[in-house]
């Protein structure tokens, strides 16, 4: 069936097969700055760099890390926020053939050793108060020149008055070693001058991590021609053009963030307008003083903005499109964000999509005539997708749920060092081609809107029944006390897996016997007795990833471990032994 592709017939204007240049990712930003030198490239609190002066910047910064000794091939880690300098090394990387290790800035010392070894980075570009964390573990990594920057490096004046004020924690004290470079250093004029190294489309450019959800993260392997090809598509799906402002609130240590604002954005010659401060204060103010058209976010930001008085009273005439990715929406989040755009006199919706570290960015997303209710949308340019009986190649008919398995040119080369894990989630189907085993359960209708259900991994089998958290944490979300929620199942001898929902209220003093008995009853109006929570537990703030999603796993793991301290017998994989 997706041989037939019916979502085509929804794509308007946007063509169906784009012939993608097969060039590195360094050579289609200058294509890109070719046609847009005088335009701005990026805004970060006022201070600003056209296409011009974004592309001396990055030579020079190519020309300081070559003469620190980064070649072709070498691997340099960047754990840096949303700020210029974090986008130009990404390409000036590139623009030397090396590859760019992408990681969180807040990780702990234990992480970031485990990033630096298995990316082998003999070099590091980071903020100075990260210092102590990288001191701590680079005699146990193959580090040996850590560059730092500051915040403040490339803010003006005034938000240099602002951010000193601001700042919370004590400067830690910077060495003058002989492994610490400064980032002003990088741009010193005497350095001579590189030339960009000839890369191969499909050669190893950026490594991201997925997978911190559930266990330790796995390093996926991105291509240039991944890269391209995700930017473009997320480009030309948004309809981005160099008129547009675009709020840039998704990091780059994020494959959203990644492929949707660092690399989208500038493909198109829009304006990108940067921030490393992701808080709804910080978000709110941006809009309302640098105008966006668009706005492209992670479900917890809009979450998180729809609670926040200021944005609710903020003028959102501004924006054209609003893009949510990487993970689930919950509806009630949707529908909030909606009413609230609604209120100053925007039809705004959020256009939902749905994507993976594994395939960059995004490869699914709505439409902008055509949307359905629920639906994650349709297929992107040049990337196939079907549903399949989990653990086969066997496609499942119109409505039937089953594996989401994406084929395109976005598709990781694979996981660095776990070829087992690789094999396991590329497969070569029947039809010759390499397909990604999403462990997604989806469906998709007859019209090729596919609908996203839940994680394969998350599914509650109780009493002999299969249970969709999703279903249950949809239902709490919509009582009018709860804030947050997350909904798991946890071992038991007498029903296997026992439901039980974790609450933030939004009043935190409501917590109470008699708000379980509401919450409980509110959820067993519409749902079946066996799909309801079994317990429910109240907490100040559900715990989440790095990437802000909700780890549902640790979650699993206390509850196993508060088995384990009564005696009960657990083992690895979370059954019971006997």
């Known amino acids: 069936m997706y041989e037939q592709r019916p979502w085509l017939k929804y794509y308007g204007d946007i063509p169906t097969t784009i012939d993608f240049p097969r060039i590195s990712l360094y050579e289609a930003l200058m294509n890109s700055i070719s046609q847009h030198a005088d335009y701005i490239a990026w805004d970060f609190f006022g201070k600003t760099q056209t296409y011009a002066e974004f592309s001396q910047a990055i030579q020079h910064c190519a020309d300081g890390l070559a003469e620190l000794g980064l070649e072709a091939g070498d691997r340099i ?3 840096m926020p949303t700020c210029p300098q974090s986008i130009i090394s990404l390409y000036a990387i590139n623009c030397l053939g ?30 100075d108060i990260f210092f102590p964390k990288f001191n701590a573990i680079y005699k146990q990594t193959h580090l040996k020149k850590l560059i730092l920057t500051k915040t403040s490096d490339y803010l003006p004046i005034s938000w240099k ?19 610490v470079v400064k980032w002003p250093a990088l741009f010193d004029p005497n350095h001579p001058r590189c030339i960009p190294v000839p890369t191969n489309t499909d050669a190893l450019a950026a490594i991201l991590y997925s997978g911190g959800t559930t266990s330790t ?24 053009c160099q008129r547009d402002t675009i709020l840039a609130i998704s990091p780059l240590f994020h494959s959203f963030g990644l492929g949707a604002c660092a690399i989208a954005t500038f493909l198109s010659g829009a304006k990108n307008i940067l921030t490393p401060q992701l808080t709804p204060k910080m978000i709110t103010h941006l809009i309302r003083t640098k105008k966006p058209n668009m706005i492209i976010g992670i479900p917890s930001l809009f979450h998180a903005l729809i609670q926040y008085p200021k944005f609710q009273k903020t003028d959102l005439r501004c924006l054209k499109a609003a893009f949510c990715g990487t993970d689930r929406l919950p509806q009630i989040v949707k529908k909030r964000f909606e009413e609230i755009v609604r209120k100053t006199g925007s039809n705004v919706r959020i256009q939902e999509s749905y994507g993976l570290t594994e395939a960059v960015s995004a490869v ?18 040049n990337i196939v997708a079907k549903i399949v009986r989990p653990g086969t190649d066997e496609e499942i008919g119109y409505g039937g749920q089953g594996e989401l398995c994406l084929h395109g040119p976005t598709i990781m080369l694979g996981y660095l060092n776990q070829p087992e894990k690789t094999a396991g989630i590329l497969k070569k189907h029947r039809d010759g081609k390499i397909w990604l085993h999403t462990e997604d359960l989806c469906s998709m209708d007859e019209d090729g809107f596919f609908y996203f259900h839940l994680r394969l991994k998350r599914i509650i089998k109780s009493s002999g029944f299969t249970i969709s958290p999703i279903q249950l944490e949809d239902r709490l979300m919509c009582h009018p006390d709860v804030l947050e929620t997350c909904v798991i199942g946890i071992p038991d001898l007498a029903m296997i897996e026992k439901v039980k929902a974790f609450v933030v209220l939004k009043e935190a003093q409501k917590a109470s016997s008699d708000m379980m008995q509401i919450l409980s009853e509110y ?46 017998c657990i083992d690895e994989s979370h059954h019971w032994s006997h």
């Open 77 to 79: 880690t960047i754990a």
């Open 98 to 127: 090396a590859v760019a290790n992408i990681i969180h800035p807040l990780a702990s010392s234990d992480e970031i050793e485990y990033y630096l070894n298995i990316s082998q980075s003999r070099i590091a570009i980071a903020l």
């Open 161 to 179: 008055v602002k951010f000193a004020l601001s700042k919370s924690q004590k400067q830690p004290q910077i060495p003058t070693e002989q492994w």
């Open 217 to 240: 993260p796995k390093a996926v392997m991105l291509s240039n021609r991944n890269l391209i090809t995700a930017g473009m598509n997320v480009s030309i799906w948004g309809s981005f």
């Open 364 to 381: 699914i997303g709505n439409p902008a005539e055509g949307y359905q209710e629920g639906s994650i949308g349709i297929p992107f340019p």
């Open 523 to 568: 959820c067993r109006k519409e749902l079946v007795k066996e799909s309801c929570p079994v317990e429910i537990e109240f907490r100040p703030e559900i715990p989440k990833t790095l990437l802000g999603k909700i780890a549902y796993h640790e979650l699993v793991e206390q509850e196993i471990q508060k088995l384990r301290n009564t005696g009960q």
